[in-house]
């Protein structure tokens, strides 16, 4: 059974600083590609970064420069460090582990971590 339990989110002011870690287990972790998304409300889930199997990294342009991703294969944990919050980061952050065989994809999500930045 899949899981991907995520934590770290809450209350932070404009400025500050939140790490959101996902622990990911029945899943051989090293070979996924993992990723963290939000989604705030009456709006989209969208992409915030990713880190592939070979540590590669992305971010949606509006987290460059304050959001780093990166990944513990010892410990199969994906981690998310938020710096410089700002209200309009706002979200439920949602984990999320994917791979492509090239026959079919494995993608799963965890259940989302709240994170709340006032102004």
């Known amino acids: 059974q899949v899981q991907l339990v995520e934590s770290g989110g809450g209350l932070v002011q404009a400025g500050g600083s939140l790490r959101l870690s996902c622990a990911a287990s029945g899943i051989i972790f090293r070979i996924y590609n993992m990723g963290w998304y939000r989604q705030a409300p009456g709006k989209q889930r969208e992409l915030v970064a990713t880190?592939?199997?070979?540590?590669?990294?992305n971010y949606v342009d509006s987290v460059k420069g304050r959001f780093t991703i990166s990944r513990d294969n010892a410990i199969n944990t994906v981690y998310l460090q938020m710096n410089s919050l700002k209200p309009e980061d706002t979200a439920v952050y949602y984990c999320?582990?994917?791979?492509?065989?090239?026959?079919?994809?494995?993608?799963?999500w965890g259940q989302g971590t709240q994170v709340t930045v006032s102004s």
């Open positions: 880190i592939t199997s070979g540590g590669s990294t």
């Open positions: 999320n582990s994917f791979m492509n065989t090239g026959i079919r994809n494995y993608d799963y």
